[in-house]
């Protein structure tokens, strides 16, 4: 078989776990698309906008923690890819990109669908290959599965996105009489090495540990995970210290966890707030949604700061990072509360969930308020979603709400987010992809800007029965009313704003999607317990909002806050 | 000014004959907005779909033959421009590209988008720059106006995509009584070197010439040019010699042009068409459509063969070339026309006009078949396009019925299609960019699946009076269809054709679009009239076929031909 090395990189995915791949239609990709639908370990996906084909290999990896394959034809389909691979880079998710390609000779020749593939994603890739073109030679055997075994372990290791390019000659089509078979391939797996620490460095952190009264955990993105959140709440209860968590660290279920910072480190809190300050800073997870936060820690740096992760890459985004301690956080929890003696400052801690409470009680009575705007309508949806359901929230201000209302407590929902790169283009993909990988559902707020910039993700032959999206439509960035620079500029409604007119019902009829729109508060309670409620498709919510009135809830909501601390 | 330097770039950019730019929302890139905007002599236009909005400058920049502005906020966003880019860059059309960016520190650091935007788009850009951070220095302002000048001079003289990535600190907005002004700023000015040969070379190549009795002329793909037109007839006419044009080269307007050769170059009528092979073949222009025409080259090669192009980058893909003569195509033909005897080889010339004539008539007759498919409609259609009309093909399909039936003849239309990397990713956008920039209608000749793509093209506020959408809806890839690898696949529906069940009724109530739907030959024609009267918005005519029905069809057609030849 001539294409037999394209076969054989199914097998060897199939061998390292890899249960899926999103396919993208083409031609010259017609060995890859064969491949990986006829092997038997494999579940395969057509999806024909390659942008949403990204996001949604995106999401699923995510929900399944390996890698996902991505299959694409050769020319420009390769650069639809790109925003996706960004995010995946900055949210360490396992993604192998698999890219049709001519052979090297017709490059830069003017014949169809060529561009230069080879590196194409630039460093937002962990690794980057060639396979090579002719595959006679018992080397160049060699080099194609040795080349797949290594992509896909950096993926797996070090999570994130790997590419490999696949230059392919023709004939791309086996015979109709010709199987593709599938021998054994040569596998190489990589056993990570799971690091710890040296006991007399153990020692030496801990009696760091004991030069502060004021110490503080800081949980950026992280996925969640049962063992990390049990050390967590053995180490917080021991040590007596506060844990804050931005909603997209997932430890909104952890006993007396800090979660409206976003509230009370306003500056005009300042006289309050500088209390608060660590002098002993340990972070984990990646970034951080909480501005305010993120100035506070800035502006009020810790003498030390550890940041703990089982990666080598530096996030010194606080700016007085001491050190970075490389090991699994769980591990890293999980021994130091061995060096850790019982007697943590309860009292600061106090601090913190004081402040933390004020917040939450006027957050409670600031949401019985009868205005119909987007804080209330989030609030609504977000106290009767379904237990363990999967909540994803697009970029913008549907994030920024979810971290100030907080998640629900106690239902065993999780949060995401596409928080690596932060952009609105993949935000509907990337929650089509968790609908498509398991059964829970799946809940997406996004704006009315997220929701239009990525209906191709619903444009596809799969049932999304287990997904449910909320578009709260204000008919623009409504972000960019509510932040101080656009505002003041005459240009506001048309180029930052950008008024647009589209509501989703042409949309979720294109679909076959249940439909429903709802723009006071007392139809949409009315209507959320059926929303929820199990569906042979997918349904869309859409929750008409006026972007003023916004904008004055949320500076109410502000001025509330301020006025529950003079109180 | 803090951000004068910022500022400056519209005033560069103007002096230089910019004079549109595209803005996709963002915060990051409000001082590249408001430079842009508030400039006297720039007219913006806001998109939100970063994908469409590089597309539909590409569109205008198309249109206007200067280089139009792109500008984005930081993050996935300037990834997004990516699959444009690489097009203009294969299709040679000038585009400045713009990046907000963070300063340099803040990369990696887990803040948002922030990706790693230096070089991003490889090599599918002419140049690529970035602005310094800190401009206090007078060198450092030297610096920047040095960039924008050199980057705008890159994408005039050479033709294609420049990138200027502009990191900016905040604060992003001018307060509210602070203007944006815009100081003379220096402009340093390109003057094109207009290369032509030495007296002694054309005396050579006329030798040359002379060695040859059977000499063509083909035509890749170039836009419509008076002057070049006018140079190639007074040539041909002296030099009695065929010019084969592809659909895309913009010369179906020339006398006696051969046009049919994809359908008379079919290996199977070998026995006729080896005798028209020249051994001096002449070209012209970029990528060439027909596959016939191409493997026919390439297996009957001529003995010399000369590409004429005013670039040097070399296109060797008939694979024998010869010379690369580096002079302005104009130039040559003006020129050489005096080295060329009158006694060109008529009868060769006949060879190749007899085999197009039969073809012609074949056509003529197949035509009024009465099965109603594809190859009818686009005949119907193409027929009765308003004079002067820009006429736009999506890839796949479309372009490939185009270039078979042929452009109509003596209606002073112009042939546009992305053949740059032949993707189906943005032929909605690049055909709103052309009807955005000029009064003649824009016509776009699409199938389902790249209508669907890029339906974020009509996703903003502007007016699209003037164009006019076919939507050939077969309800997948038709393409994959009629090749003969994948119809012999059983997954050929599912991962090949890609059956998909949209169709363009409610995209068109979306965007107020008037909408008709036929699905037979006299529906169609009694409406063509009223599609191309004119109207306050576009107008989208989905003409419903059977992807059956069209392989048949389009397999008859071959057989029609091939009978011709027969008789």
Redo the contacts between chains.
């Keep these: 078989m001539i294409l037999q090395h394209i076969y054989d990189i199914a097998s060897v995915c199939a061998a390292h776990g890899i249960e899926s791949a999103i396919?993208s239609?083409g031609?010259r990709s017609?060995a890859l698309?064969?491949a990986f639908?006829r092997h038997p370990e494999i579940e395969?996906k057509?999806i024909?906008?390659?942008?949403s084909a990204a996001f949604i290999a995106m999401g699923m990896a995510q929900q399944q923690n390996k890698p996902v394959a991505l299959i694409c034809t050769s020319?420009?389909?390769a650069?639809?890819y790109?925003?996706a691979i960004?995010?995946a880079f900055?949210q360490e998710i396992p993604l192998l990109i698999l890219t049709a390609d001519r052979p090297p000779e017709w490059t830069?020749?003017?014949?169809?669908?060529?561009?230069?593939q080879s590196?194409?994603y630039?460093?937002?890739v962990l690794a980057s290959y060639d396979l090579p073109v002719e595959v006679n030679h018992e080397d160049a055997k060699w080099h194609c599965n040795r080349i797949v075994n290594e992509a896909i372990n950096a993926s797996i290791g070090r999570k994130g996105p790997v590419h490999i390019n696949v230059p392919i000659r023709e004939?791309?089509?086996?015979?109709?009489n010709e199987l593709v078979n599938f021998p054994e391939v040569r596998v190489i797996k990589n056993t990570p090495f799971q690091g710890n620490i040296h006991l007399a460095q153990w020692m030496s952190l801990g009696k760091k540990w004991q030069n502060h009264t004021r110490k503080a955990i800081v949980l950026?993105?992280m996925e969640y995970s049962k063992p990390l959140h049990t050390a967590l709440y053995r180490f917080a209860e021991k040590a007596g210290i506060p844990i804050i968590a931005d909603v997209i660290s997932n430890q909104h279920d952890l006993p007396g966890v800090i979660s409206n910072q976003d509230s009370f480190l306003n500056p005009q809190l300042n006289t309050i707030n500088r209390e608060l300050a660590p002098t002993l800073l340990i972070t984990l997870g990646?970034?951080?949604i909480s501005k305010n936060l993120?100035l506070y820690l800035r502006n009020n740096p810790p003498t030390e700061h550890w940041h703990i992760s089982s990666s080598e890459?530096?996030?010194?985004?606080l700016q007085h990072l001491t050190e970075l301690i490389k090991i699994d956080p769980e591990i890293f929890f999980g021994e130091f509360v061995q060096h850790v003696d019982g007697k943590g400052s309860f009292s600061y801690l106090n601090q913190w969930q004081q402040v933390n409470q004020v917040v939450e009680t006027a957050k409670a009575s600031f949401i019985k308020m009868k205005k119909f705007s987007e804080f209330q309508a989030f609030n609504a949806v977000l106290n009767v979603v379904p237990n363990k359901a999967k909540l994803h929230f697009a970029n913008s201000m549907a994030i920024r709400y979810a971290n100030i209302i907080g998640a629900p407590k106690n239902k065993q929902v999780e949060i995401f987010a596409n928080?690596g790169?932060?952009?609105i283009?993949g935000s509907n993909s990337t929650a089509v992809g968790a609908a498509l990988s398991q059964k829970s559902p799946v809940v997406l707020f996004t704006g009315d800007?997220a929701f239009?910039?990525d209906?191709?993700a619903f444009?596809?032959?799969y049932n999304l029965k287990n997904l449910r999206v909320i578009v709260f439509n204000n008919h623009g960035?409504g972000i960019?009313r509510m932040?101080?620079?656009?505002k003041?500029?005459p240009?506001l409604e048309?180029?930052?704003?950008?008024?647009?007119?589209?509501n989703a019902e042409?949309?979720a009829?294109?679909f076959g999607f249940e439909y429903h729109c709802c723009s006071n508060l007392k139809d949409l309670k009315d209507y959320l317990e059926a929303f929820f409620t199990t569906s042979k498709n997918a349904k869309i919510l859409e929750i008409q909002t006026n972007s003023e009135r916004n904008t004055e809830v949320f500076a109410e909501y502000k001025r509330a806050i301020l006025e529950a601390f003079k109180a």
Excluded: C
């Design positions: 396919i239609p031609s017609a698309t064969l639908v395969t057509i024909p906008d390659e942008r020319g420009s389909a650069y639809n790109a925003p960004a995010e900055y830069n020749q003017y014949d169809g669908q060529t561009i230069q590196n194409i630039g460093k937002h004939p791309f089509y086996p015979d109709s950026g993105q990646k970034s951080l993120k890459k530096l996030n010194d985004s928080r790169t932060s952009g283009d800007m239009f910039y209906r191709n444009w596809h032959n960035g960019f932040i101080d620079g656009p003041r500029q240009e048309e180029y930052f704003e950008t008024k647009q007119k589209l042409n949309t009829k294109d």
